[in-house]
C-alpha cells in the first residue's frame, strides 16, 4: 500500500470501498474514472451501506433524475455520516422527491434566442453547449436538461449559436456553461472556442465549470494547451465546502492559474453544507491560497427537489455580514438572488447606510461604529459632542458613534497613550538637557 492509497483510506475512514485496489495511474486516469462513475441506486447503496427503503427511494429517484458520482468525488464523502456535507450535495436523498420546485426556476428558457444560448443582460450571453457533467449535483438549476440527454451541441447548433452571436454585436462576452463545458472532446471545445472568439466583437470568453473540484483529472496536459491558445479566457470554478480543496483540485487550479487564467468561484448556499459562518470563512480563506477568488455567493434557486438544501436568505446576509471587514474584500463574495422568471441576478448585502438627509448620511462599519458622512460640500464645523442618537450624526453635532470595547478603538488608545508618553519623556530629557 503506497501514499496515495493510504490517503484515500485516510478518507474513507472505515468505510467499504470497491477502490482500494485501484492502482494510482488508473485512480488519477481521467479515462478510468469515467469509466468507473458511480451510476446505480445499488452502487450508492453498496458504498454507503443504506437500508432497503433508502434504496428503494434511489431507484424511484433514478428514473425521474438522473445521477453519477465520479469515484474521485465520491471519495470525499465521510461514508460514516448521514448527514456529511459532501454526500448532501451529490448523493440523491428521499427528500428529493417531496418539496416541490420548479424545473426551470430562472425561465432560461424564455430567453432562449438559438439552441443553447439565453441573452438575458444587454452584453453578455449565456451559451449551454452539453448536458453533460461527470457527477450531477442534486441542487443544479439545470436538471431539467439531465432528462433531455446527455449530448453536446452538434455543429449546426453551434453555428446557428455563432450567426445569432455574429448578428448582436452588442455581446461582449460569451459564458459557455452547461452542464460542464470541460467534460466535451477537446476537438469540440476547440471549435466552440474558435467560432466565438472569431468574432471581433467578442472582448473574451467566461467558462464555468465544476471539473476542478469533482475530477481535477480532467485537467490534462492537452486541456491546458487548448485553454492557453484561446486567451483571454477566464474560469469560474464551482467549491461550496472547504473539504472540496483537496490537494488534486488545489493542483488543478494552480495548473490553470499558472496560464495565466484568471479563477474565480461561485458557491451555493446550502443548508447543512455551507450555511454557517465558520464553514464559509474557511472556504473562502481556502479558495485564495490556491488563488481562486471567491466570486458569487448564490441563494440556492427553487428547483425541483433541492427544497430541502434551501436556506433562508437571511442566513446569507448573516453570513456576508461575518465576511465584509472582517477579512479582506478578495475573500468576499457577492451574495446574489436570482430574480423569479428570469430577472436576473439581485445584489444583497447587510444594510450599511443607517439614516440618510439631504448633504448628509449616517453609515455604520463592519464593528458596528455609526458615522456622520459628508454627502455634498465638506463642513469645517466639525461636531464634537457625544453621540447619543442616530440623528446627533445626521445633524452633525456629533461625528461618530463608537460601541465600546471593540478592539481598534482600544488599540488606537493605547497607541495613543504610548505616543504621548514617549513625547513627555522626549520634552523630560530636552529639559535636562
Ligand atoms: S456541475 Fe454544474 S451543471 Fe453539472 S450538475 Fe453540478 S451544478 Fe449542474
Known sequence: MNEESDR????????LSIWRDVPDSDWNDLQWQMKNLVRTAEQISKLLCLSETETA????????FRFAISPYYFSLIDTENPADPIRRMIVPSSLEETGGGEVDPLAEHADKVAPGLTHRYPDRVLFVVTAFCSSYCRFCIRKRNWKVSDAASTRAEIDEAVRYLRAHEEVRDVLISGGDPLTLPLDQLDYILTQILDLPHIEFVRIGSREPVMLPMRITDDLLRLLDKHAPLWINTHFNHPREITEEAAEACEKLARLGIPLGNQTVLLAGVNDDVETMKKLVHSLLRIRVRPYYLYQCDPVIGAAHLRTSIWKGIEIMEALRGHTTGLAVPTFVVDAPGGGGKIPLAPNYMVSAAPGRMVLRNY??????????????AKGGAPASSVYDLLTERAQHLIPQAQPHYERREAVALERSFAELAHSLTDNEE
Open 8 to 15: 484515500r483510506i485516510q478518507r474513507w475512514g472505515k468505510a
Open 57 to 64: 427511494s434511489l431507484r424511484r429517484l433514478q428514473k425521474q
Open 367 to 380: 464593528e458596528g461604529a455609526l458615522f456622520s458622512y459628508s454627502d455634498g460640500e465638506i463642513s469645517s
